[in-house]
């Protein structure tokens, strides 16, 4: 038997791979009620064949981590789709997303009683990452938690 391969839709998981660095700006929320400017700091990479994407992401702000969070994004060929499974230092339940490429724009988005979450990452231009989440309670009425600018450091 032979072992599948990954595809055109696996391949593009390369782009979210690297060192990213960057400046986040957090809007005020429940979470962080004044808001404020933090570094963001992900460290992806290809894992399982080329199937997935593992990442390892820190928040820093006055040279303190004040959030951390792990992700496993999987494309599921037959669905089209591509599907990040979220781990973070607050302990609630992983989240799940899922979402599509439009060209280098990743949007995915969760959603469920009291909390729907949209997110965006856009790779279009080289080297660079611009993301943006927003929230809402009635997947109605949105707000930004953050948006960030990053640099990719290093290729893996």
Same mark, same amino acid.
């Given at each position: 038997?032979?072992?599948?391969?990954?595809?055109?839709?696996?391949?593009?998981?390369?782009? %979210?791979?690297?060192?990213?660095?960057?400046?986040? =700006?957090? !809007?005020?929320?429940?979470?962080?009620?004044a808001g404020g400017m933090?570094?963001?700091?992900?460290?992806?990479?290809?894992? /399982?064949?080329?199937?997935?994407?593992?990442?390892?992401?820190?928040?820093?702000?006055?040279?303190?981590?004040? +959030?951390?969070?792990?992700?496993?994004?999987? +494309?599921?060929?037959?669905?089209e789709l591509y599907t /990040?499974?979220?781990?973070?230092?607050?302990?609630?339940?992983?989240?799940? +997303?899922?979402?599509?490429?439009?060209?280098?724009?990743?949007?995915?988005?969760?959603?469920? $009683?009291? %909390?729907?979450?949209?997110?965006?990452?856009? !790779?279009?231009? $080289?080297?660079? /990452?611009?993301?943006?989440?927003? %929230?809402?309670?009635?997947?109605?009425?949105?707000?930004?938690? +953050?948006?960030?600018? !990053?640099?990719? =450091?290093?290729?893996e």
């Amino acid at each position: 038997m032979s072992m599948p391969k990954p595809g055109p839709g696996h391949e593009k998981l390369k782009t %979210m791979t690297g060192v990213w660095v960057g400046e986040e =700006n957090m !809007y005020p929320s429940q979470w962080d009620p004044a808001g404020g400017m933090a570094t963001g700091r992900t460290n992806s990479r290809l894992a /399982l064949g080329g199937f997935a994407v593992i990442g390892d992401y820190e928040q820093e702000r006055d040279g303190v981590i004040t +959030f951390a969070g792990h992700s496993v994004t999987t +494309f599921d060929p037959k669905e089209e789709l591509y599907t /990040l499974y979220w781990f973070d230092s607050i302990g609630s339940p992983p989240e799940v +997303f899922s979402g599509l490429f439009d060209g280098d724009v990743l949007r995915m988005s969760h959603g469920g $009683p009291g %909390m729907h979450v949209r997110m965006t990452s856009d !790779y279009s231009e $080289p080297g660079q /990452l611009r993301s943006k989440m927003e %929230m809402s309670t009635d997947g109605q009425d949105w707000k930004t938690l +953050f948006d960030g600018h !990053y640099q990719r =450091n290093k290729e893996e």
